[in-house]
């Protein structure tokens, strides 16, 4: 097949069109990623120090109900060692059937304070995280990112492409789950 001289200035222009488009359509497809830090968005944005600081509300309240049955035992303890020797056998098996019951209603109070604690920890971090993801993603759709990763999902990244700040600004902004 002969190509000529004609068509050969055909196939150079159109070549030529490639080589003088190729690079905006190559630029054009430039991967723009992101990473986030969702552990520092949660100890540095607001909602996350507001969620931060019920979780810890609510452990304190816990704890403190724990104590006070701990001291309750602790008193009851105390007392039937002082009285031990004045007791009746039945006042003192008694009196250790009651520690016992404290102890066990200690036991079972603390377990399920931590079932609760855990599940309201669960709870309100995994709200802040949907959040968070959520205007994540706007912010990609937006700024055209082709992915946005969570930091505890990368092995190495430079530092350059960590939009955790832009997004903890943009979450305040918004007044992200802000109660």
Partial sequence: ??????GWIGVLGVMAGILVFSPAAMAADVAKIGVIDFQKVLTESEAGKSVQGRIQE??????????????????????????????????????????????YDFQSLQKKFQM???ELESVEVDKLKNEIFALAEKIGKKEGYLLIIEKTAAIYYPTSIDMTD?????????????E
């Avoid at 097949?1 to 004609?6: F, P, R, T």
């Avoid at 006070?68 to 009196?95: C, D, N, P, W």
């Avoid at 832009?166 to 802000?178: H, Q, R, S």
């Fill in 58 to 103: 609510k452990g304190k309240e816990m704890e403190k109900s724990l104590m006070a049955l701990g001291q309750e035992i602790e008193a009851l303890s105390e007392q039937m060692t002082r009285e031990a020797m004045v007791m009746s056998k039945e006042k003192r098996e008694e009196k250790q059937r009651e520690i016992e019951i404290k102890k």
């Fill in 116 to 118: 609760e604690f855990r």
């Fill in 1 to 6: 097949m002969k190509i000529g001289k004609l």
């Fill in 166 to 178: 832009v997004l903890i600004e943009a979450y305040n902004k918004k007044g992200g789950g802000a």
